[in-house]
């Protein structure tokens, strides 16, 4: 019964190409958010959705877009993708923006892989 | 620009010891602190937090310090078991629930 899904796990893909990533969660939370960790481990928020509507957008290359259909669920498209997109995504929820209590729940990640 | 700084990539530890996982910040206007802990394969899991206005927050066998001047926290788990052994990684949140990362310690803790 997981909380936080992310589909696919694995995705091999080829440079130019356009994909994307889902995400759910069933914790009932109001924001929901994407991560890219890095070759080098770093672990960098790129977008956050309140209510479905967008929160954070970090400097991120217009080739990503977000989309969030509703509270539950936040899909990653990525359009024309380069070899620097390779890294592991992951998607995270939380009850809210900034309560003490509102802690980020995250997925197993999404290792992409652009050859 | 990295706001978090987690400078030991990997640390080792005896079975029943002390492990001692350090963090440093940057910014002062970080409002809550957390750890996570990361097996192989797996997502992030929240471990433990504290906030900005207290300076320990115990749970366990885990207990985080944080020492505002210095902008330094760390995590101490004791006694160290070999399940223990995964990824730390410290973050510290900023406005509108954005959390910086460090990018991690490897513990290990050696039965």
């Known amino acids: 019964d997981t909380a936080v899904s992310q589909t696919p796990k694995y995705l091999v893909t080829q440079m130019g190409n356009d994909k994307s990533i889902k995400c759910e969660q069933n914790?009932?939370?109001?924001?929901m958010y994407w991560y890219k960790q890095d070759s080098k481990k770093f672990l960098k928020i790129m977008f956050s959705y309140n209510n479905k509507e967008l929160i954070i957008n970090e400097t991120v290359p217009n080739r990503f877009s977000p989309k969030s259909p509703d509270k539950a669920h936040l899909n990653l498209h990525i359009n024309s993708l380069e070899l620097g997109d390779s890294a592991v995504y992951f998607c995270a929820s939380s009850l809210g923006l900034a309560g003490v209590g509102d802690t980020q729940y995250f997925g197993p990640g999404t290792r992409l892989t652009v050859l | 620009d990295q706001q978090v700084k987690q400078n030991s990539p990997s640390l080792s530890v005896q079975e029943g010891r002390i492990s001692i996982l350090n963090c440093d910040y940057t910014?002062?206007?970080?409002?809550?602190f957390l750890w996570y802990k990361k097996y192989p394969a797996e997502g992030p899991t929240f471990l433990i937090s504290?906030?900005?206005?207290?300076d320990k927050n115990e749970d366990g066998r885990f207990t985080v310090f944080l020492n505002k001047s210095a902008k330094h926290l760390s995590l101490h788990i004791v006694p160290s078991q070999p399940g223990d052994s995964a990824v730390y990684f410290c973050?510290?949140?900023?406005?509108?629930?954005?959390?910086?990362f460090g990018t991690g310690t490897r513990l290990t803790v050696i039965p």
């Open positions: 914790l009932g939370h109001d924001t």
């Open positions: 504290i906030s900005s206005i207290k």
């Open positions: 973050a510290a949140r900023g406005g509108a629930n954005n959390l910086f």
């Open positions: 910014n002062s206007m970080f409002d809550y």
